[in-house]
């Protein structure tokens, strides 16, 4: 595995958890 798909990965899973609790605070306001 190459140390650009770890980073793009992470990138991913990162914005992916962001938008996640992004909607889940819009939701409980």
Do not use: G
């Not at 190459?2 to 899973?13: F, G, I, K, S």
């Amino acid at each position: 595995m190459q140390p650009d798909d770890m980073v793009q990965l992470l990138a991913e899973t990162r914005s992916t958890l962001t938008v996640r609790s992004m909607l889940k605070t819009n939701t409980s306001s």
